[in-house]
Nanobody
Framework: QVQFVESGGGLVQPGGSLRLSCVAS????????MGWYRQAPGKERELVGY???????NYADSVKGRFTIARDNAKNMVYLEMNSLKPDDTAVYYC???????????WGQGTQVTVSS
C-alpha cells in the first residue's frame, strides 16, 4: 500500500535552517510529482511546493526563495531544505504526491517543525 514516512523536523530559532526527508513506497515514485504540505494548528493543510517527475519546481509565495525541494528517484525520497525560517513556518510537514496530481488519501505521520526563540 501507499506509505509516506517523514523525518527531520525539530525546534529551531528564527532565521535557522532544517532539512526534511520523506521516503515513499507503494507506487511508481519516479512517475509522480511530489509535494510537501504543512498544517499549522487551527488551519487547513496547504501545499508548500512540489517537484515534478522531470525536476521542475514550484513553491507557494510564502516560502519562495527560502525553501528548496529535491528528489532522489533511486531512493524514492523527497527532501525539503528550509532556510531563513520564521515563526509562521511552524507546522506539521507532510509529503505526498501533488502539484500536477491529487495527493493520495493515505498520509504519513508528518514531522513537526517549530520555529521559536
Amino acid at each position: 500500500q501507499v506509505q509516506f514516512v517523514e523525518s527531520g523536523g525539530g525546534l529551531v530559532q528564527p532565521g535557522g535552517s532544517l532539512r526534511l526527508s520523506c521516503v515513499a513506497s507503494g507506487f511508481t515514485f519516479s512517475s509522480y510529482a511530489m509535494g510537501w504540505y504543512r498544517q499549522a494548528p487551527g488551519k487547513e493543510r496547504e501545499l508548500v511546493g512540489y517537484i515534478t517527475s522531470g525536476g521542475s519546481r514550484n513553491y507557494a509565495d510564502s516560502v519562495k526563495g527560502r525553501f528548496t525541494i529535491a528528489r532522489d528517484n533511486a531512493k524514492n525520497m523527497v527532501y525539503l531544505e528550509m532556510n531563513s525560517l520564521k515563526p509562521d513556518d511552524t507546522a506539521v510537514y507532510y509529503c505526498n504526491t501533488g502539484g500536477t496530481t491529487l495527493p493520495y488519501d493515505s498520509w504519513g505521520q508528518g514531522t513537526q517543525v517549530t520555529v521559536s526563540s
